[in-house]
């Protein structure tokens, strides 16, 4: 093999493990975002649990001061 063969096998090599090492950035990245986004979730359903509690318990005190108008 000449030199400028082996020279462009390792200029690929070289250039591929650079990939891999992005490839394993961009992930982390990603679980790291998606876990930011899913506690973000899971708070935002937590308050609307809480929100929609709160709504039945005041539909449930209106109704019982509610006095038929007969």
Same mark, same amino acid.
């Given at each position: 093999m000449g030199k400028s063969? #082996? &020279?462009s096998i390792k200029q690929l090599q070289k250039d591929l =493990? /650079? =990939?891999k !090492? #992005? +490839?394993t950035r961009v992930e982390a990245n990603m679980a790291e975002a998606l876990a930011a986004k899913n &506690? #973000?979730?899971e708070a $935002? $359903? =937590?308050s609307m649990d809480a +929100?929609? !509690?709160q709504a039945a318990l005041s /539909?449930?005190?209106l109704a019982s001061m509610q006095v038929p108008l007969c």
């Open positions: 063969y #082996e &020279a =493990s /650079e =990939s !090492r #992005e +490839v &506690a #973000e979730i $935002l $359903l =937590s +929100v929609k !509690r /539909e449930g005190n």
